[in-house]
């Protein structure tokens, strides 16, 4: 798959359409995969920590979750075109269950938030596989490797928050028998209805950062770092 390099950073140049061939090809070929979603913030935590940098990188996925990668993206003459975000590639995989019987093992979050988000994405994909659940609070590091072994997943959504998720994937992904696997971070709590996502014309004109900030008037800074992140993509350019 073609990749664009913002900042040191890769980020794959896809749609939801191609994304979802290519992760359907690694399960019938039982090909390990590992989705990760890049933004702005890690992009600019990666400059300062190569070992994120590496991780990021490394990835067999990078998806242009943040509208701000779109857009720089685009002041550097490159070609990635629309978002990719976390979330929707999240609602993918769960197609994918639904369409081919994929089993999926849900790990991270507080135990009510995760019973709630598997409850919703149940009625909203009827045929989904959930194979099994694991809140984000277990001690015991082996008791969730042998959770999901025993599940017999294919694919493992893990809420952790960044890097911590990845971090997991990159530790645990070869000692799982799962071939898929994603960092989905709050995606649970949206799922779950507890925490509200922007309408739909927000989310399709990009500006679903403006409805967390109206929400939370404290990440006015992260939208700040906005600013000296396309600041920057664009003078690295040159």
């Given at each position: 798959m073609e990749k664009e390099t913002i900042l040191g950073v890769q980020v794959?140049?896809?749609?939801?359409?191609?994304?979802?061939?290519?992760?359907?090809?690694?399960?019938?070929a039982q090909r390990k995969a590992f989705l990760v979603a890049i933004n702005p913030e890690k992009i600019l935590k990666a400059r300062k920590d190569e070992a994120l940098k590496n991780l990021l990188n490394n990835a067999t996925y990078q998806i242009a979750d943040g509208v701000g990668v779109v857009y720089a993206s685009k002041l550097r003459g490159g070609k990635i075109r629309s978002r990719v975000t976390g979330i929707d590639s999240m609602k993918m995989l769960c197609e994918l269950s639904d369409e081919n019987g994929y089993r999926i093992f849900m790990y991270g979050a507080k135990e009510e938030i995760l019973q709630k988000a598997k409850e919703k994405l149940i009625e909203t994909y009827p045929n989904i596989q959930i194979a099994g659940t694991m809140n984000g609070y277990q001690k015991d590091k082996q008791a969730v490797v042998d959770a999901i072994?025993?599940?017999?997943?294919?694919?493992?959504?893990?809420?952790?928050?960044?890097?911590?998720?990845?971090n997991w994937i990159v530790e645990n992904m070869n000692t799982v028998c799962a071939k898929v696997f994603q960092g989905v971070g709050g995606s649970f709590d949206v799922v779950s209805g507890t925490i509200p996502?922007?309408?739909?014309?927000?989310?399709?004109?990009?500006?679903?950062?403006?409805?967390?900030?109206?929400?939370?008037?404290?990440?006015?800074?992260?939208?700040?770092?906005?600013?000296?992140?396309?600041?920057?993509?664009?003078?690295?350019?040159?």
């Open positions: 794959c140049v896809t749609d939801y359409p191609q994304i979802k061939a290519a992760i359907k090809e690694d399960l019938e072994n025993e599940s017999k997943a294919d694919i493992v959504l893990v809420a952790m928050g960044s890097p911590r998720q990845e996502r922007a309408p739909q014309w927000m989310q399709k004109c990009g500006l679903e950062w403006l409805f967390r900030l109206l929400r939370e008037p404290k990440r006015i800074g992260r939208q700040i770092h906005l600013v000296s992140f396309l600041f920057l993509a664009l003078f690295s350019r040159h």
